[in-house]
């Protein structure tokens, strides 16, 4: 497997530095021509950084996977605050461009809930969730577990239905993730991997969430096995179910970049 | 075994004139949606050589937010006598509207409908195509879009149909280089090559960026009337043998529930019936006009569909070679496709799935008979729609 020369490590030290001074200077052009050609909105629009920025330092140089040099930046905000960003370089006709960026410490987005909150069919998961368990619909009349949330029973018609607990243990059924900042709410916690999960233990129903370590950390297979757990958000009062693969360890802060091009 | 009804519906309604707008970077047209959607009438009733004022029904699909009767009334029509619209489903509803369109024209319902659809993003918003699908059990775990619920199905083909990624970026190479010879296609001029899909940024994997359709505004429409009246109008019709919509067994309001998860939604009951309606079966089909929201779903609708051989050996018909007009078996996308001509929510494929009938198309499949129009994959609402150059085959 290649490995970046101390050479590379001099090149892209340069590159970083000259990088830096355009970013404080606010020349957009130039910073922007450090990109790969066409990744820069991407990437851009994937970053969470300070604006303006009033100060950006190279804090390391080192190698990559394969080919790559990644570098360490602190982008400081005029408040003070700064944001640590992981820049992968690649060698590109001649000379150096930036072709991945990640804020670190890397974090998950946050639960977007529309306007209004969720649908009253939805309530016995979400009251639930928030109080850190795991509820899906089940017909009270003939046991039949159901997913998405009907509003009568699919089997046997019956209009009685609740919401039972189920054990957050599950098999990845499919998976994806997602690199492009579909959403501003995304910015800074892009990449992510989603994971829908089928639960044994409800019938085989499959249930969607962030898969946890994140984000370049991990590359599930479908069956791998994956517990649930609950993490705070917002105010701290609500919970939100995260999977994580089962007896691994839970991050991985995301500091080193992983060898898929996950840009 | 076709029913008596099926038989009598077979090549009783044809397509006689069809109508396209430009394509524009989505947010930048001159025009309103609802202006698009006039314009694309207008000039389907120029191809037919019939007065705009004899359009009688309108329909379309999608939540489309030009109603019918405003269509109508915009046009200054005599008389509307029918309109309707698909509900749900999103580019899964486009063959349907055409097969309702039909419907009524065979039942005297109506005499001339126009099927449409037009999108602005300042009239309709980004992500149009998806409104009222994606809730807080999608929003609160990250997902937002199409792509990445298409996404993770298009993982599954892939890691566990064992479908080669190769299928995939045959149907993009094929949609771009039938684009190349169309003038009005968004890639025209910009040939895509093996290389520049394989290092194109990610989107949602295993999704990179020419896997995926871009929304641009404009509008389109073809002219549906009875099979008896098609003398009364300019050039050769498409016939419509037959159509189907619908939703299998545990297939929409699943949320990712759906029990055949790879497939596109075509399920088997409802392809055959197709086939029996319209009298063909895959082998008769001469062309191939394919939704591809996204280029996975788009190969899970060729394996509903027979068309392509399911798992591995998809690649034996899923190959670039086998897909484009010049010496292929089975010319799929021949104007560029949702990917490369341009994406009016797939109307726009509609109008190249007549045109291999009735010519005009920027790619002329030679001799071809049978064109099969199938729309949206993977939506909670599929359908298709089957023309042909003669009412019975
Ligand atoms: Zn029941």
Known sequence: MHTATTTDLDEVRRCAQRH???????????VVADFLPDRWQQILASLDLPIPVTDVVVTAVRPGAGFSVETLLRWTGPDGGARDVRLRWVPYEGSWRVQQARNLPARLPDPVFPEGGYPPVEAGHWVA????????????????????????????????????????EGLIFAWTRTVQPFEPSMAGRVPFVVALVELPQAGGVRVAALLEPTPDAVTPAIGDPVDGHFVPFGAGDRKILRWRLSGRPGDADGQTGGDHDGQ | MASDRERRFRGAAAVVGVGETELYRRGTSPYSAMQLAAMAVLRACEDADVSSTAVDGFASYAHDSNEGLRVGANLGVDEIRWSTLVFGGGGGGVA???????????????????????????????GSYVTHHLGPLYTAHGLFTAAQI???????????????????????LAGYHHAQRNPRAVSYGQPLTRRTYGDARWVSSPLRLFDCSRENDGAAA?????????????????????????????????????????????????????????????????????????????????????????????????????????????????????????????INLVVEAVRQIRGGSPNPVAEADVSLLIGGPAAPLVSATVFASAPAT
Do not use: K
């Not at chain 2, 996404?151 to 890691?159: G, I, K």
């Not at chain 2, 297939?251 to 319209?278: I, K, P, Q």
């Open chain 2, 150 to 172: 298409c996404a993770l199905r298009t993982q599954r083909m892939l890691e566990l149909d064992g479908v080669p990624a190769e299928a995939m970026e045959a149907v993009a």
């Open chain 2, 96 to 126: 349907a509207a055409v097969n309702a369109a039909a419907a009524a024209v065979a039942t005297g319902q109506a005499d001339c409908v126009a099927v449409y659809r037009a999108i602005t993003q300042a009239d309709d918003g980004r």
């Open chain 1, 20 to 30: 830096a001074l355009s970013l404080s200077a606010g020349d957009r052009q130039a």
């Open chain 2, 222 to 346: 073809v002219l549906v009337v009875p099979a008896e009246h098609v003398d009364r109008y300019r050039g050769r019709p498409a016939y419509i043998l037959g159509g189907v919509q619908g939703s299998g067994p545990d297939w929409s309001e699943s949320l990712e529930n759906e029990a055949a998860y790879t497939s596109a939604g075509f399920h088997r009951a409802m392809v055959d019936r197709l086939w029996d309606a319209c009298g063909v079966g895959p082998d008769d089909v001469d062309v191939v006009q394919l939704y591809e929201n996204f280029t996975g779903p788009a190969v899970a609708s060729m394996i509903d569909f027979g068309l392509c051989e399911p798992g591995p050996a998809a690649v034996r018909t899923m190959n670039v070679d086998n897909l484009v007009v010049d010496g292929g078996r089975l010319p799929l996308n021949t104007s560029g496709g949702n990917l490369a001509e341009g994406f009016v929510h797939g």
């Open chain 1, 129 to 168: 969730m928030n109080q850190g368990e795991l509820r899906v619909q089940r017909c009270s009349a003939c046991r039949t577990w159901i997913w998405g949330p009907r509003h009568l029973c699919p089997r046997c018609r019956s209009f009685e239905l609740g919401y039972a607990p189920v054990a957050a």
